[in-house]
Antibody, heavy 121, light 109 residues
Framework: QVTLRESGPALVKPTQTLTLTCTFSGFSLSTSGMCVSWIRQPPGKALEWLARIDWDDDKYYSTSLKTRLTISKDTSKNQVVLTMTNMDPVDTATYYC?????????????WGQGTLVTVSS | SYELTQPPSVSVSPGQTARITCSGDALPKQYAYWYQQKPGQAPVLVIYKDSERPSGIPERFSGSSSGTTVTLTISGVQAEDEADYYCQSADSSGTYNYVFGTGTKVTVL
């Protein structure tokens, strides 16, 4: 059974750095093709893909946010961490992590329940 | 940056057919995926690789592709299908970054 769970602060101040952790089970990020992405959704708005890390440690970032994002993994802990610097109120959103398999190309087939991050002073 | 364009809303009566389009220049070269999202819930994958249906997804959900447009079709719409729907694909410019469509609200009248 595949599960993912996001964790991190519910409230951050402007200019601070956000650190989110995705803890997963039921698959391994050392398996060829496996990937974990971060996606966010501001209240009432559309989904926005942020970043992806692959089994081979390749990393991909949203073009518009790449200067602020860093994604990393700890395979032994089954965790993926996303950091976003210089947070602004417009970054208020629900942040999701999701799994994909780029070899099977099955899409983002499992998602966490999401964590709401509010940016406010 | 690469964009996928969807109609903001689609309205349909129960039992009728809803069609949601998604347009993007790279769609002839990259697979499309569709997600259903109900209020307060995480998205759920309903179509992968343009037209494949994951296990557990009702047969009334189908996908198709033609040129730069992909379409999600819901046949025999039920009240429980009222939700937001997002297409997703990848940028083929070399980055292969994922991208989501603008989203479509399906209302069952």
């Amino acid at each position: 059974q595949v599960t993912l769970r996001e964790s991190g602060p519910a409230l951050v101040k402007p200019t601070q750095t956000l650190t989110l952790t995705c803890t997963f089970s039921g698959f391994s990020l050392s398996t060829s093709g496996m990937c974990v992405s971060w996606i966010r959704q501001p209240p009432g708005k559309a989904l926005e893909w942020l970043a992806r890390i692959d089994w081979d440690d390749d990393k991909y970032y949203s073009t518009s946010l790449k200067t602020r994002l860093t994604i990393s993994k700890d395979t032994s802990k089954n965790q993926v961490v996303l950091t976003m610097t210089n947070m602004d109120p417009v970054d208020t959103a629900t942040y999701y992590c999701a799994r994909s398999d780029v070899e099977q190309q099955l899409g983002l087939d499992y998602w966490g329940q999401g964590t709401l991050v509010t940016v406010s002073s | 940056s690469y964009e996928l364009t969807q109609p903001p809303s689609v309205s349909v009566s129960p039992g009728q057919t809803a069609r949601i389009t998604c347009s993007g220049d790279a769609l002839p070269k990259q697979y499309a995926y569709w997600y259903q999202q109900k209020p307060g819930q995480a998205p759920v994958l309903v179509i992968y690789k343009d037209s494949e249906r994951p296990s557990g997804i009702p047969e009334r959900f189908s996908g198709s592709s033609s040129g730069t447009t992909v379409t999600l079709t819901i046949s025999g719409v039920q009240a429980e299908d009222e939700a937001d729907y997002y297409c997703q694909s990848a940028d083929s410019s070399g980055t292969y970054n994922y991208v989501f469509g603008t989203g479509t609200k399906v209302t069952v009248l």
